[in-house]
């Protein structure tokens, strides 16, 4: 999903972010701001190094499909021996 699609699924547009951004600078100031974006951005990345090594854990936890024996080589052999005199 793109970030346009996420924000059209907000309904928000150029006018809206600017009015939130603006709330976040007043709420936080100007110096915090660089230090939020980098822990947001670290914590993205870490997330999706997470979710990576999970897909990768995931799939090589996948059992190997069992081969298929031969028929003829699983006949019971006979137990009994009957012999003639």
């Keep these: 999903m793109t970030s346009a699609s996420l924000l059209a699924v ?3 547009g150029g006018p809206e972010l ?3 951004l603006a709330v ?4 936080f100031g100007a ?3 660089p230090e939020l974006a980098k822990g947001l951005g670290r914590s993205v990345k870490e997330f999706k ?7 990768e854990d995931e799939q090589s936890a996948k059992p190997a ?3 298929v024996a031969n028929a003829e080589a699983k006949k019971p052999e006979s137990t009994t021996s009957t ?3």
Excluded at 24 to 27: R, S
């Design 65 to 67: 499909p069992a081969p």
């Design 24 to 27: 976040v600078l007043l709420l």
């Design 31 to 33: 110096k915090k701001l």
């Design 49 to 55: 190094k997470a979710t990576n090594e999970a897909e």
């Design 10 to 12: 907000f309904g928000l």
């Design 83 to 85: 012999s003639t005199p």
């Design 18 to 20: 600017l009015l939130i």
